[in-house]
């Protein structure tokens, strides 16, 4: 039987079956609180989501020279670099959005200290390989860190450059590393991974060490997208944090998806972490980097102790 006989006929199966079974989790999502459909009424203003952190930690307006990238990126095409990573990306548009991410990532963190370094959340992303063929590489070894899930190749542990861990409990020692990223995963973060991560961050990090979340998902209010179809490719249930707002999406592609509020931003992670941490809050202001999916990015450096 090939893959399309094979497919419709699970299809067939399931969709006999299929109404019992959301029926079933529909309650289940409802059990977490009153579920919602439309996102818009809680779109950041991104002027007073700036102004309202301004108290907190310093905010920097940039806007991206974008041909800069596509420069970058005809010197460091994935698709001749990374074939098998670009066949789960056959979204040309999507991959060069990946790519977007991890070339700011590194524009944005020169300067930082050399040293090891992690990529937090990245799943199957080639970041670690990338900065092998880079013609100015000041980083050190690229640990991969994920959640224990064996179909990524992530076991319990430290295995070599490969981490399975939550990203509020990561196996290395303190002032272990120098740079940690995270592209387009920490809004996946459940439970207390989220705030959780960063004092994770604040450990690990040697002083000076930085650390850099692109993009950073904001909103008006807090809320969670929350995907019957992300449940179902996850095989469990999220562990979403008490009180928050539930939009339904199943677009976003994941179980869960938290879009923070400047009250959550500041409370949860700056406020916190002030004596070990100083945060700078990037707005990237021009259209061609919103078509790229990023508006907001967070950078924290480690301060030295006093």
């Known amino acids: 039987m090939n893959f399309e006989e094979l497919t419709k006929k699970i299809r067939a199966e ?14 289940r999502l409802s059990r977490l609180g009153e579920i919602e459909f439309d996102s818009e009424q809680y779109v950041a203003d991104s002027d007073a989501f700036i102004s309202d952190m301004s108290s907190a930690c310093a905010v920097d307006t940039k806007s991206i020279t974008v041909q800069d990238f596509d420069e970058w990126y005809n010197n460091y095409n994935y698709e001749d670099l990374f074939p098998n990573y670009c066949k789960t990306y056959p979204n040309k548009d999507l991959l060069r959005k990946k790519a977007f991410e991890h070339w700011l990532s590194i ?44 179909e990524y190749g992530y076991k319990p542990g430290v295995h070599g450059n490969i981490i399975g861990s939550t990203a509020d409990d990561i196996p290395l020692l303190d002032e272990s590393v120098s740079r940690i990223y995270s592209h387009n995963a920490i809004e996946h973060f459940e439970g207390a991974a989220y705030t959780g991560f960063f004092q994770e961050a604040a450990r690990l990090l040697r002083p000076g060490g930085v650390i850099y979340i692109c993009p950073l998902f904001v909103a008006s209010t807090s809320f969670a997208f929350v995907s019957l179809t992300g449940i179902y490719r996850r095989l469990s249930f999220p562990k979403i944090p008490a009180g928050l707002k539930l939009v339904y ?20 992670i700056v406020q916190p972490l002030a004596k070990k941490m100083d945060f700078e809050l990037i707005r990237y202001s021009n259209r061609e980097a919103h078509e790229y999916g990023v508006t907001f990015a967070l950078k924290g450096t480690k301060k030295s102790p006093s």
């Open 14 to 27: 399931f969709d006999s079956h299929s109404q019992s079974v959301i029926e079933r989790d529909v309650r």
């Open 107 to 150: 524009e944005e963190t020169k300067g930082a200290p050399s040293g090891d370094f992690l990529d937090v959340g990245c799943a199957t992303s080639p970041f670690h390989e990338l900065w092998k063929h880079l013609d100015q590489n000041d980083a050190g070894r690229c640990f991969q860190v994920d959640l224990p899930l064996p």
């Open 249 to 268: 999406s199943d677009a976003v592609g994941q179980p869960y998806a938290l879009q923070i509020d400047s009250t959550f931003l500041k409370s949860k």
